[in-house]
């Protein structure tokens, strides 16, 4: 009695395949070395196939690789905003909005914004998220999510306003400060978004 193959096992195409995964994955591999750090078990490849492997490996070539520059120049022309003390409420209001959409095009996202009015969020992109320097990875589907809450390294907004009961439950019992009350943050407003 014959014994019926295994689906795929003798598959041409899918052994080529494979084979050049792995010779995908061995270059990858010699390209990152100069890189390499603990960072690469952060997968355990014994139990990923090749392809998500290269995946991964693809990903933390282009991290390496890509240049740290501040925001402002990751637009072609660079970014330049009018200081906030020369511009009134409502030229102020258009351009923030205009700007959110620049950034979000850029794929960064703001997050936490709704304590801050219009002139305070558009003073924070001017003053700290255009000069920062960060990594740009050119087509990558990640966003940059930059927490405008934390923003002076002060928990206390977060606290105030976006901490959810578990999370204030949990800070105060590990840090045994004294919590601020929570309030509902007054500057609401809709800005585009992306998971994390």
């Given at each position: 009695?014959?014994q019926?193959p295994?689906?795929?096992h003798?598959d041409?195409?899918r ?6 995964q ?5 270059q ?5 070395e ?5 960072s690469?078990?952060g997968?355990?490849l014994e139990?990923v196939?090749?392809r ?6 693809r990903?933390?070539l282009?991290w390496?690789?890509?240049p740290m520059?501040?925001?402002a120049?990751?637009f072609e022309p660079?970014?330049?905003l009018?200081?906030?003390d020369t511009?009134?409420?409502?030229q102020?209001?258009?351009?923030l909005?205009e ?7 850029q794929?960064?996202?703001l997050?936490f914004?709704?304590h801050?009015?219009?002139r305070q969020?558009?003073?924070?992109i001017?003053?700290?998220i255009l000069?920062?320097?960060e990594?740009r990875?050119?087509e990558?589907?990640h966003y940059?999510?930059?927490d ?5 390294g002060?928990?206390?907004?977060w606290?105030?306003y976006y901490?959810?009961d578990e ?9 045994e ?7 509902t943050?007054?500057f609401p ?7 994390l």
């Open positions: 009695m014959s019926s295994v689906p795929g003798h041409p195409l052994r080529a395949d494979e084979v050049e792995l010779l995908v994955n061995a990858l591999r010699d390209e990152l100069p890189f390499l750090d603990d690469i078990t997968l355990n139990e196939p090749t998500v492997e290269n995946e991964y490996l990903s933390m282009a390496e690789r890509a520059l501040p925001i120049k990751w660079e970014l330049q009018p200081a906030p511009l009134d409420d409502e102020l209001h258009d351009q909005w700007t959110v959409q620049k950034l979000y095009d794929r960064i996202v997050e914004t709704d801050l009015s219009d969020l558009y003073t924070l001017y003053r700290d000069p920062a320097y990594k990875i050119e990558s589907e940059l999510h930059w405008c809450a934390d923003a002076g002060d928990t206390d907004v606290l105030r901490a959810s999370d204030r439950l949990s800070w105060s019992e590990t840090t400060g004294e919590l601020p009350p929570a309030e943050p007054p407003r809709n800005l585009p978004r992306r998971p």
